[in-house]
DNA sequence: CGTCTATTTGAATGTACTCAAAAGCGGTGG
DNA sequence: CCACCGCTTTTGAGTACATTCAAATAGACG
């Protein structure tokens, strides 16, 4: 077993054996990312799942005025890819970059296939996943309705205390939907 | 075939059987909901996946100085529930609620069970009504992101030019993440 | 050490808010 | 049929949070 991490994940959401892991397995396509390269940008079509072996990422839409807006980061253990693209085959409109070294596992369309079709609980596994996603990304929208900027700073740094020291402020400043500016007051207000 | 509208919507997604869907319609609870009635609230544990076979209906949460924050609106030929609550078995945070006179299918625990089990397809059709859903709710966060109040109301009303006529604007206020006064200031300033 | 980028600080501004009240609308009963 | 009541929408005035613009400081990297 070479993706103890990648095995856990499908464990926790489905009783998978080690069989269908270990047949899997091979057919994994492994790719290294280094600090601040690009997985795709906008406008191609995403080719595979891709899994985050080891690493940080995260992906970002531009608006009309070329403004960046980060919507999801992820780390060690999740997925970050773009679905929507993958399944329809169609471009994708987000830009997905690597933040720190990462390596990622990644399945691509024949794969995928092959798991679907020979253990069907793959397709329970990534039911799950993507509701695990879309829970997460109704909670988002929560978040921007129902907190002040301040509060969503908050809100981050109790989750993942440590999101700070590993990428830049200013896309911290754009997952919570506010200025590189106010991010800094709101923090200078936090520490004494 | 009583359910047309379902039916439909699982072909939308999946090649299924028409033995597979008359095996699984008997097996449909439907319900009714008046115009304002509840279907959960708060803290209830949801027991079925419903779909909205005629109607309107919108789902909102409370923060914490009981505000209410409407996060998804939803008519005839769409889902509407928790799915967290319902395959967690955890009370929702939800309140979801019709707002025109509707009709429900609902599917419980012991017929998902039995569709997924003799119909491994609908395990396929759930991931990807999930995935829609998961993809609606990142561009509801970009829009929070990238618009404007304004540029917000006119996305809506591009895309659901009736949806003003049929609930009352206070929760359309809401879903945009606007004050019912701003809205009706935005819509003073667009019809002349 | 020097350059480039990121972060911080300051001052002025603006978008959408709160508070308050009036007007509109719909249903009910006299 | 009209009058009244409760709720929704509109309008007005003042306010606040986070913004923009601008510039200084700090930090990272070759």
Redesign the pocket.
């Known amino acids: 077993m070479k993706y103890p991490i990648l095995y856990q994940a499908f464990k926790n959401y489905i009783n998978l054996s080690t069989e269908a892991y270990l047949n899997l397995e091979p057919k994994l396509v492994t790719k290294t990312l280094d600090k601040n390269e690009y997985l795709i940008r906008d406008g191609q079509v995403i080719r595979h799942l891709p899994f985050i072996n080891e690493g940080l990422m995260a992906n970002y839409r531009l608006d009309e005025n070329g403004g960046v807006h980060v919507l999801q980061i992820r780390w060690t253990g999740w997925w970050l890819g773009d679905i929507y693209s993958f399944f329809a085959g169609k471009p994708s409109s987000f830009n997905i970059r690597a933040y720190q070294p990462t390596e990622l596992l990644m399945i691509n369309h024949d794969t995928f296939d092959f798991m679907t079709r020979e253990y069907p609980i793959f397709e329970r596994y990534y039911r799950i996943a993507i509701q695990k996603s879309y829970i997460n990304t109704l909670n988002q929208v929560f978040n921007l309705h129902s907190l002040?900027?301040?509060e969503r700073y908050l809100e981050l740094v109790q989750n993942y205390p440590t999101l700070l020291d590993d990428i830049?402020?200013?896309l911290i400043a754009s997952y919570l939907?506010?200025?590189?500016?106010?991010?800094?007051?709101i923090?200078?207000n936090h520490k004494k």
């Open positions: 002040s900027a301040e830049p402020h200013y939907n506010i200025r590189p500016q106010s991010l800094s007051r923090r200078k």
